[in-house]
T-cell receptor
Framework: GNSVTQMEGPVTLSEEAFLTINCTYT??????LFWYVQYPGEGLQLLLK?????DKGSNKGFEATYRKETTSFHLEKGSVQVSDSAVYFC?????????FGAGTRLTVKP | GAGVSQSPRYKVAKRGQDVALRCDPI?????LFWYQQALGQGPEFLTY????????KSGLPSDRFFAERPEGSVSTLKIQRTQQEDSAVYLC????????????????FGPGTRLTVL
């Protein structure tokens, strides 16, 4: 089946620390991969995406590379800010619908 | 509109009541999706519309759940005889493309309706 497993949280970092949130997937075929972010009190927002192997998605200093050989799409940011505090969801889209991971809550402290 | 809107934002229902949740997708978007997000979990797919046609309802948890999009724009998710396990946030998303099979277009999500069944 198609599913996503992402790093359990919560994750707490100090400002300017390096962030990695792991995401691995199981899929038949060649899904598109996404990271969505949910800020407190807001809806899901697309953070970045990659549609084929070796693609790198990037946005707002975040990046993730579609690794077919390791079936991974880890999210990274070199220097987090307090404003990055949110819940991050990894997702895959094998067809029309999206399959989401359980989410990782990130808290960045000043 | 500028984005996907949903109403109401919060709904409290007594067990056994019927509820109706509304979604206004981005104007012109062909595809519309409903998801259910339980507390502390990621969204789970419920159903999919391409224009007014409901092409996939495999995620609907029971026959108490019903969705429609009669004119290919606004959609309503109806839950009959609500149960406590229906308590969740219901998310609507839309995307510009339709078609079958693998899709790369972005889904834009609304803020959700938080349903609490007492």
């Amino acid at each position: 089946g198609n599913s996503v497993t992402q790093m359990e949280g919560p994750v707490t970092l100090s400002e300017e620390a390096f962030l990695t949130i792991n995401c691995t997937y199981t899929a038949t075929g060649y899904p598109s991969l996404f990271w969505y972010v949910q800020y407190p009190g807001e809806g899901l927002q697309l953070l970045l995406k990659a549609t084929k192997a070796d693609d790198k998605g990037s946005n707002k200093g975040f990046e993730a590379t579609y690794r077919k050989e390791t079936t991974s799409f880890h999210l990274e940011k070199g220097s987090v800010q307090v404003s990055d505090s949110a819940v991050y969801f990894c997702a895959l889209r094998p067809g029309r619908d999206m399959r989401f991971g359980a989410g990782t809550r990130l808290t960045v402290k000043p | 509109g500028a984005g996907v809107s949903q109403s109401p934002r919060y709904k409290v229902a007594k067990r056994g009541q019927d509820v109706a949740l509304r979604c206004d997708p981005i104007s012109g978007h062909v595809s519309l999706f409903w998801y259910q997000q339980a507390l502390g979990q990621g969204p789970e797919f419920l159903t999919y519309f391409q224009n007014e046609a409901q092409l996939d309802k495999s995620g609907l948890p029971s026959d108490r759940f019903f969705a429609e999009r009669p004119e290919g724009s606004v959609s309503t998710l109806k839950i009959q005889r609500t149960q406590q396990e229906d308590s969740a946030v219901y998310l609507c998303a839309s995307s510009s493309q339709g078609g079958s099979g693998r899709s790369t277009d972005t889904q834009y999500f609304g803020p959700g309706t938080r349903l609490t069944v007492l």
